[in-house]
Nanobody
Framework: QVQLVESGGGSVQSGGSLTLSCAAS???????MGWFRQAPGKEREGVAA???????SYADSVRGRFTISKDNAKNTLTLQMNSLKPEDTAMYYC????????????????????WGQGTQVTVSS
């Protein structure tokens, strides 16, 4: 089992930037990991994922604005979010799928094994 703890959420104006971090309790090199978000009244959706092979996948709505990265030496996952929009407002969750998968595979919420508690991101216009 792996524990995931997010940090870095907050409030920012439209066009601003935030960096989310996730600390994992175990070896991230063994996991496909990703960031997901859920806004009130909406389903949880995949934002970005990075496979155990380093391959990345992004939702169309964030591609070009968000960047996901993983530091296996520190067991951390990061999401750099630039040019934020009000529609990016949501609870953001760090997540992991055990095993060797590509980013395209584990950007789907149903394929996730472990979830963090979430961190709130609010973007005002």
């Amino acid at each position: 089992q792996v524990q995931l703890v997010e940090s870095g959420g907050g409030s920012v104006q439209s066009g601003g930037s935030l960096t989310l971090s996730c600390a994992a309790s175990r070896y991230t090199y063994r996991y496909c990991m990703g960031w997901f978000r859920q806004a009130p009244g909406k389903e949880r959706e995949g934002v970005a994922a990075i496979g155990s092979d380093g391959s990345t996948s992004y939702a169309d709505s964030v591609r070009g604005r968000f960047t996901i990265s993983k530091d296996n030496a520190k067991n951390t996952l990061t999401l750099q979010m630039n040019s934020l929009k009000p529609e990016d407002t949501a609870m953001y969750y760090c997540a992991a799928r055990v095993g060797y998968y590509s980013g395209d595979y584990c950007i789907t919420p149903a394929r996730i094994d472990y979830w963090g508690q979430g961190t709130q991101v609010t973007v005002s216009s």
